[in-house]
């Protein structure tokens, strides 16, 4: 089995509009979102779910520092969380700084992140 594609973008082999990134995580615009600045954070390490992550603690604290971090450059208390880790089998977590209706099927919301939008995006809500 070859590498997936997470672990192709946390290598820098696919190319991806980064919001965050350390030795050990990454955080980049999702090509698809749901909601303007859809962010996926994810460990650069290959863990199958998010549970398997070791230091899930420092996890969480990055996925608490980019939702914080959000709120402030958003004017927007609520960033909403989800993992739901079937769709890419490598570890991530999802992160929706506008609120959307949940009653409405997820993909039918999904849009396209364009060149242009995804580099104002990472401007104002790089860290």
Request: hydrophobic letters at 40%; a neutral charge; charged letters at 25%.
């Amino acid at each position: 089995m070859g590498e997936c594609i997470f672990c192709k973008i946390a290598s820098g082999k696919i190319p991806v509009f980064k919001i965050y990134e350390d030795g050990d995580y990454l955080a980049f615009l999702d090509q698809s979102p749901l909601v303007e600045g859809h962010t996926l954070v994810l460990p650069k390490a290959h863990y199958h779910w998010v549970w398997d992550v070791p230091n899930i603690g420092q996890y969480f604290e990055i996925v608490k520092k980019i939702a914080n971090h959000f709120q402030k450059k958003l004017s927007d208390d609520l960033v909403f969380c989800y993992i739901a880790g079937n769709e890419v089998p490598h570890a991530h977590i999802h992160l929706l700084p506008k609120p959307y209706t949940l009653d409405l099927p997820l993909d039918k919301l999904r849009g396209k992140l364009t060149p242009e939008k995804a580099k104002e995006l990472v401007e104002k809500l790089k860290l």
